[in-house]
């Protein structure tokens, strides 16, 4: 029954991204892909807070299926950082795919330890 925990944090983390991607690229005209960046950030905060929590014994194993596997999973996107970073690439904007990849890591390393470090003082 673990699975259905993914499948339903799943569920509302696919739509989740595609929607929060969407309205944050439309208020940026920009090659950068701000919405791809965006949710690849909050994806890492929200994984970063759960891993505080369940530090602290605040998170139980089926809400960390839930929010951790299921909606981080699918709210977060390697595949399409990388596929634009590629297309950026190609394009000849090279420093806009450097940017992309160091910024990404960068923030995403960053909001997960945020998101633990709060976590975990609240829960600690």
């Given at each position: 029954m673990?699975?259905?925990?993914?499948?339903?944090?799943?569920a509302v983390g696919a739509p989740l991204r595609y929607l929060l991607d969407r309205a944050?690229?439309?208020?940026?005209d920009s090659l950068f892909p701000w919405g791809t960046f965006?949710?690849?950030?909050?994806?890492?905060l929200v994984?970063?807070?759960?891993?505080?929590?369940a530090l602290e014994g605040a998170?139980?194993?089926r809400l960390q299926l839930l929010l951790g596997a299921g909606l981080?999973?699918?709210l977060s996107t390697y595949s399409t950082f990388?596929?634009?970073?590629?297309?950026?690439?190609e394009r000849g904007r090279g420093f806009l795919a450097a940017a992309n990849v160091v910024m990404s890591v960068l923030v995403g390393l960053g909001a997960v330890h945020l998101g633990s470090q709060v976590a975990r003082r609240l829960f600690g």
């Open positions: 673990n699975w259905l925990l993914v499948v339903a944090g799943a944050v690229q439309a208020r940026h965006v949710v690849n950030a909050a994806a890492c994984l970063g807070a759960l891993a505080g929590a998170a139980s194993s981080c999973g699918a990388s596929y634009e970073t590629l297309r950026l690439a």
